[in-house]
Every structure is written in structure tokens, then in C-alpha cells.
């Protein structure tokens, strides 16, 4: 736990790394909107999915928009947006979240990456498929090698409450004193 006034509280493990996986779609989100503002939810909606998270049946009853941008294919529409406004999306994207955390040692998992690459077959499937619907605007290979990059980003549990602090604090990371978001996009 850490709290905008800079206390931390933890026990265990807490200093041990490991792969975000979906809570990273949060920070992707985040830098998406700040890209985009609201024209983000002409590509990805806001209501909850009621299916799986990496659901084919519900992406086509929708038209390959997904419901939201935390399930695996909204996550990959956010990836297609970054990919369209970034020059380096990969390093763009991880220097916004080094930014937004204060934390400079954040970094990818290229082992985690990798087996994500070789497993990720409905990932594939969920892009080529809104792809096919004009949902996906890049190379499927430019925007999953983005998003399986998202998912392997390595923090430690000190570093991912404090990574957060912003959505707490009105959009501005109480430690660096960094603007991170408008205080309507934190809620």
C-alpha cells in the first residue's frame, strides 16, 4: 500500500517482480486517451463484456468493437491507437509509464513477451478477426508485438501502488509532482 502522502505499507513478497499482465491495460489505456481524448470510444466501448475475456461470439455480435478496453481485444485496439501515434511504440510507452510511476527500472520481460508471442493464438485470432471488420488500423504483428509487450511490463508490488498513485491523487503522481491525466479521465 502506499498512500499520496508517501507512506508505504507491505509484508511478504512485495519486492519480488513479476509480470502486470492485464493490469498494465490500465497505463495503455491512459496513454491512449491522452493521444486521442474521447475519440478512443469510437474504437472500443465502456460497458462490461458478460463474457470471457477473449470472447470471438461476443466481437462479432458487436461488429469487432470490443465492450471495453480492459478485455484482450479492447487491450488490442488501444495497442492499434498507440501504434498509429507513436514513432516507437514500445519505447514511447514505456518511458510514459517510467513517467507516470517515477520509477526509471520499470521495464519489458522479454521472456514473458516471448511466451506470450508463441501462445497467443486467440490474441491473434480476436486481431485479425477486427481486422477484418476495419477495427485494426496497423500490421497485426506491429500491434500484438506492442500488446504482448504490454502484458509482460515487470513491477514489484511497492512499484505497482505506486505506479497508480495518479488515479488516486486527481490525475497527478503525488511523488513527482508529474501531471499524468485530467482529473474526468482518472474517474
Known amino acids: 500500500l502506499?498512500?499520496?502522502e508517501q507512506q508505504d505499507f507491505s509484508f511478504g513478497d512485495s519486492n519480488e517482480k513479476f509480470s502486470?499482465?492485464?493490469i498494465s491495460k490500465v497505463l495503455s489505456l491512459t496513454l491512449a486517451l491522452k493521444l486521442m481524448g474521447k475519440d478512443v470510444w469510437e474504437r472500443v466501448g465502456v460497458e462490461p463484456s458478460g463474457s470471457a475475456f477473449n470472447s470471438l461470439v461476443q466481437l462479432e455480435?458487436?461488429?469487432?468493437i470490443p465492450r471495453n478496453p480492459f478485455i484482450n481485444a479492447g487491450a488490442i485496439v488501444i495497442c492499434d491507437i498507440l501504434v498509429t501515434h507513436l514513432n516507437n511504440p514500445k519505447v514511447e510507452l514505456l518511458?510514459?509509464?517510467?513517467k507516470t510511476?517515477?520509477?526509471?527500472?520499470?521495464?519489458?520481460?522479454?521472456k514473458v513477451a516471448c511466451s506470450e508471442q508463441q501462445t497467443g493464438y486467440r490474441n491473434y485470432?480476436?486481431?485479425?478477426?477486427m481486422k477484418s471488420f476495419g477495427n485494426i488500423?496497423?500490421?497485426v504483428d506491429a500491434v500484438l508485438d506492442l500488446y504482448f509487450h504490454l502484458c509482460s511490463i515487470e513491477m514489484t508490488c511497492k512499484e505497482l501502488s505506486q505506479t497508480f498513485?495518479?488515479?488516486a491523487s486527481g490525475g497527478i503522481n503525488p511523488i513527482t509532482g508529474e501531471f499524468i491525466i485530467s482529473l474526468e479521465r482518472t474517474k
Open 2 to 4: 502506499t498512500t499520496i
Open 20 to 22: 502486470i499482465q492485464s
Open 61 to 64: 455480435y458487436e461488429q469487432g
Open 95 to 98: 518511458e510514459f509509464i517510467r
Open 101 to 110: 510511476s517515477g520509477i526509471d527500472t520499470i521495464n519489458y520481460c522479454s
Open 125 to 129: 485470432a480476436l486481431a485479425y478477426f
Open 137 to 139: 488500423h496497423n500490421d
Open 165 to 167: 498513485l495518479f488515479l
